[in-house]
């Protein structure tokens, strides 16, 4: 009876081992995470997209299609393809912009913000939850962590980091991030200190 081979080891340094255990580790707790986000909205007929666009309406306040596409992080037929649903289902309008014409405003309806402010709540419970497993103070300094290793990634330092984007928030403070109109993952930041823009 032939003997099982044992799996070679990868042919890497230390260093390498280090950075694709780490890659491993980040990749299992935001899928799980995730998860947990994606089945709390579930429950409300909404994707963790179309989470994303009212979460963010609903602490900015109104914002131009290529706003919410860049807080998103989707295309622009993604971001059109999530404002069609939820003007669908009554949550949001388009507004024309006064400056231009072919420029719209994504706002939230009455009903919209009155949907979304529960939803919001039941959110942020969720991933309080889900990251129970770590102390506030531990918490707090994965984030720290966190940023500095996203930041150096980027290949941007920690002083641009703590800039923002203009908009009266730091760049790890966005809404949901997603690669396609309909993404199975999101890490759903809580954003309750935005400023909120009148317009």
């Known amino acids: ?110 009903e919209g913000e009155a949907f979304i402010r529960g939803v919001f709540q039941e959110h942020a419970a969720a991933l309080t939850e889900a990251m129970a497993g770590l102390t506030r103070a531990e918490q707090r300094e994965a984030t720290r962590l966190l940023r500095t290793l996203g930041l150096a990634a980027a290949g941007r330092d920690a002083a641009e980091g703590e800039g923002g984007d203009g908009g009266g928030r730091p760049d790890d403070e966005g809404v949901v991030p997603a690669g396609d109109p309909e993404p199975a993952a999101s890490a759903g930041a809580t954003s309750a200190g935005r400023t909120r823009r009148r317009g």
């Open 1 to 110: 009876m032939a003997r099982s081979r044992r799996p070679a080891e990868p042919d890497v340094s230390p260093g390498e081992r280090d950075a694709l255990k780490l890659w491993v580790v980040l990749s299992r707790a935001r899928a799980a995470i995730a998860e947990r986000a994606a089945a709390q909205v579930a429950r409300h007929e909404l994707t963790l997209a179309e989470f994303g666009v009212l979460e963010a309406l609903h602490h900015k306040g109104p914002m131009l299609l290529g706003e919410v596409q860049r807080s998103l992080l989707v295309s622009s037929g993604g971001v059109t393809y999530l404002v069609d649903r939820l003007e669908r289902r009554g949550l949001v309008r388009r507004d024309q912009c006064p400056e231009d014409r072919r420029a719209r405003y994504a706002v939230l309806t009455p």
